[in-house]
């Protein structure tokens, strides 16, 4: 078996992993100015999807410009992110080079859409595929793929601590080969409870002193969650951006949620804001919570929201997950003050950062990858995959980490 490394080797986004030059695994794409797309764009003769984040199916639709249909499997909340996700990029990047498809690419996804449920093997371009439960977003999974000699276990993102939203990943399928994230392979993360409990009491000491919090939060996942947290302790919020549609898709889709009474109520505590002239400003001066994208501040109705209650040191603005370097939401933290639409302003209201992140910590992934202390271990999805597979080396682990465009015989 070949495996060769398209993008998210050794660096955080664009994941895309080609096996035998015949089944790619995702295919996505790093935000930013410009975004970041693949090495290469091949032609498989299958697509398989873990789960619907922009750096894992953001360039999907790109692969049906040519003659070729390849079948794209998914779980069914995938498929449907993939299409909202399409249709963003479009509509911020559509008829620019910095999009590698239209609107025609997009529509062909359902045509070729093909979806499965947990642990329901199916057939891949010769491949037999199952899909596990991994515990990152709702429809999210590891990926094992065998070719009737060696077994590749593809986890793409997991989490193995349990969330408001979703179980922890407990599948440990037998591998020969496991290619396994690291995002956060140098952090040790505190429980969710303590962390859920700082945020809470964080958000409702504020609304008591009679200010207003606004909680940037990206739209798939992260929202939802917390959406539940807030609704299990009876905080009631508005909820603006991509995440409302996206908590409409896992309602729907409620068997890919760990308990769907927890996300109904999650979801009946917030106002769900509809974005008429003049509403989101009105509802910024309200002594309330406001969940809304983008989670580091790039866009969204965060950009309306945080500048309306900026200049109030009883504010607050509560960052649920980790602001990368030179985002205005790190900015904010840092120096008090970012850009919001050309504009440099200064922020008086509190700042704080939250961990709810859905990725395995390093005690995470280490307990992971007790199961495989017999397979052959590729580090990929992380700023630092060479230390991780140092030490996993320095472990007992037989592990490397390849280069972007590296390809490895397993």
């Not at 965060?302 to 030179?326: C, D, H, L, W």
């Not at 995959?385 to 490895?408: I, Q, S």
Request: aromatic share 8%; proline share 6%; glycine share 10%.
């Amino acid at each position: 078996m070949e495996i060769r490394f398209l993008g998210g080797a050794r660096e955080i986004g664009r994941s895309a992993i080609l096996v035998d030059d015949s089944l790619l695994l995702d295919y996505g794409m790093a935000s930013g100015n410009p975004p970041q797309y693949p090495v290469d764009r091949p032609d498989p003769d299958a697509v398989v999807v873990s789960h619907g984040h922009l750096d894992h199916v953001g360039a999907v639709p790109s692969l049906l410009s040519g003659d070729e249909r390849p079948p794209i499997h998914w779980t069914p909340p995938t498929a449907e992110l993939a299409r909202v996700l399409g249709r963003d990029t479009l509509k911020l990047h559509g008829g620019s080079y910095d999009c590698p498809f239209t609107e025609a690419e997009l529509k062909r996804m359902t045509e070729v859409s093909r979806t499965h449920g947990y642990q329901q093997p199916f057939e891949a371009a010769g491949y037999e595929v199952t899909f596990f439960e991994a515990g990152h977003i709702p429809g999210s999974a590891h990926v094992l793929v065998d070719d009737g000699e060696t077994r590749l276990l593809y986890t793409a993102d997991f989490h193995t601590a349990d969330q408001r939203l979703l179980a922890a990943s407990r599948a440990r399928p037998d591998a020969d080969v496991v290619i396994v994230e690291s995002t956060y392979a140098d952090t040790e993360r505190e429980s969710r409870p303590a962390i859920e409990h700082r945020f809470v009491e964080s958000v409702k000491s504020t609304v008591w002193e009679g200010g207003t919090v606004v909680v940037p939060a990206f739209g798939i996942g992260r929202t939802q969650e917390v959406l539940c947290v807030l609704g299990a302790h009876d905080v009631d919020c508005y909820v603006d951006g991509m995440g409302k549609d996206v908590t409409r898709l896992f309602q729907r889709h409620d068997g890919f949620v760990r308990d769907p009474d927890t996300l109904q109520r999650g979801a009946s505590n917030a106002r769900f804001v509809t974005g008429k002239p003049g509403q989101r400003e009105r509802i910024a001066q309200k002594n309330t919570v406001i969940v809304t994208t983008s989670g580091m501040l790039h866009g969204g109705p965060a950009m309306t929201y945080v500048p309306e209650i900026r200049s109030s040191p009883t504010n607050k603005v509560a960052f649920t997950g980790f602001q990368v370097p030179g985002t205005p939401g790190h900015e904010l933290l840092e120096r008090g003050r970012a850009d919001f639409d050309g504009r440099i302003l200064p922020v008086a209201a509190q700042t704080e950062q939250h961990d709810f992140s859905a990725h395995a910590d390093s005690d995470g992934l280490w307990s992971f990858l007790q199961s495989y202390r017999d397979s052959q271990i590729l580090v990929n999805h992380g700023d630092d995959c060479e230390d991780f597979a140092a030490e996993l080396v320095a472990g007992g682990f037989d592990a490397a980490a390849p280069r972007l465009d590296e390809t490895v015989e397993v």
